[in-house]
């Protein structure tokens, strides 16, 4: 039986559980910074940054999406941006990751979202025809760039 639910601050552990275990799947187990205090301050305050929805399968932890809202200026309307859909290696197969998609597409019609973007490695072919299959398509001719880092701070630095 599978049930979605919000998560609330006593999901924080397994919340970093599941990006860990994302970050060891995409090739990048030491890249996770968060802690436990950033995701209960950033997630579970007055003005929260992120929402998080959990799977879980016969009462046990299977996946979650973490989700939050960005705005379009050219739709003139929010969209939900989904940062990591993560379901655990047992638990693949069997339809979990496309609950959590529909439920996040419940939440974005219930919310007034125009739609819904994401980001998904060139490598990962299941997840792409995965996506693909529930209608997703890539955006022609955009291509997602980030500054961060030593490069963040010398550009703050820039005098302009």
Not at 31 to 47: I, K, M, Q, W
Request: with cysteine; charged share 25%; aromatic share 12%.
């Amino acid at each position: 039986m599978l049930k979605i639910h919000e998560a609330n601050p006593e999901d924080v552990p397994l919340i970093l559980s599941f990006i860990r275990e994302l970050a060891e799947y995409e090739r990048e187990p030491n890249a996770v910074r968060a802690t436990e205090d950033d995701l209960r301050r950033d997630g579970f305050s007055a003005n929260p940054k992120f929402r998080v929805i959990i799977a879980e399968s016969d009462g046990n932890p299977a996946g979650m999406a973490f989700f939050f809202h960005h705005y379009s200026t050219w739709q003139g309307r929010q969209g939900l941006f989904l940062e990591d859909l993560f379901v655990r290696p047992q638990f693949r197969g069997k339809g979990i990751g496309k609950a959590l998609m529909v439920h996040l597409a419940q939440v974005a019609i219930a919310e007034h979202c125009y739609g819904m973007r994401w980001e998904v490695l060139d490598w990962n072919t299941t997840a792409i025809e995965v996506y693909q299959k529930l209608g997703a398509r890539f955006r022609e001719h955009w291509r997602v760039m980030q500054i961060a880092g030593e490069d963040l701070k010398h550009l703050s630095e820039t005098e302009m």
